[in-house]
């Protein structure tokens, strides 16, 4: 069982480029978040979503979009990079709130800034 | 506004007890996660109260009290795989979860 998976491990980008980073699950979960980690830190929430064709932004958006086009797949956009997005990104899922709002984890895609 | 406190850093030894402190300041509150990050990996779920009081799991349990705005984890018999980074996370009225930035536990032999 797969899980969650993120795409890629690992990127560097100079500033101003583009990219995509793509977050997959399998468990059917409603529930889909994008958090970034920066060290001293607690993860902040960049967008979530609560459902297929969904989404909405968390404490962090500017710089940042989403889509989530099917259920099981996340994308987070980065249209112009700036040194300030070099972090360690974790997309998470979960079923719902309460108890079952246990959130499952990808295992973090690592992006450096130029 | 949102705020979580938690110790930066613990150390404690092998095969002890160890307990991590967490006092919080929420909008509304619909219980308290305690998530285990391994360096370089992902976090992972260990506990969640949403009642006062102590659950306990293995060597872990974790205790709520909404009245105090306070949670702890115990850890017994500690091995020294128990290093790890421990995260407190309430989750507010939206049902948003409001993580703190960690209790880095070092155990040594």
């Known amino acids: 069982n797969a899980g969650v998976t993120q795409t890629p491990k690992f990127r560097v980008l100079k500033t101003g480029q583009s990219m995509t980073l793509l977050c997959a699950q399998d468990?059917?979960?409603?529930?889909m978040y994008w958090y970034r980690q920066d060290p001293g830190m607690g993860l902040r929430l960049i967008h979530y979503?609560?459902?297929?064709?969904?989404?909405a932004k968390g404490e962090v958006p500017d710089g940042y979009n989403v889509s989530r086009l099917k259920k099981q797949n996340f994308l987070l956009g980065l249209e112009s990079a700036a040194p300030s997005q070099t972090s360690v990104y974790f997309c998470?899922?979960?079923?719902?709130?309460?108890?079952?709002?246990?959130?499952?984890f990808g295992e973090g895609s690592r992006l450096t800034v130029l | 506004g949102q705020n979580i406190d938690q110790p930066t850093e613990m150390t404690a030894t092998e095969g002890a007890i160890v307990q991590i402190n967490c006092t919080y300041q929420?909008?509304?509150?619909?219980?308290l996660f305690w998530y285990q990050q391994h360096a370089g990996e992902a976090p992972t779920f260990l506990s969640y109260n949403v009642l006062d009081g102590l659950e306990e799991k293995g060597r872990f349990s974790s205790f709520l009290s909404r009245s105090k705005g306070y949670s702890y984890l115990l850890l017994k018999e500690l091995q020294m795989k128990d290093s790890a980074s421990y995260l407190c996370a309430p989750m507010d009225s939206n049902y948003q979860l409001i993580w703190g930035a960690g209790t880095k536990l070092i155990i040594k032999p």
């Open positions: 998470a899922s979960s079923d719902g709130s309460g108890s079952t709002g246990e959130l499952f």
């Open positions: 929420t909008s509304g509150f619909n219980g």
């Open positions: 979503s609560v459902g297929e064709g969904t989404t």
């Open positions: 468990m059917n979960h409603e529930y």
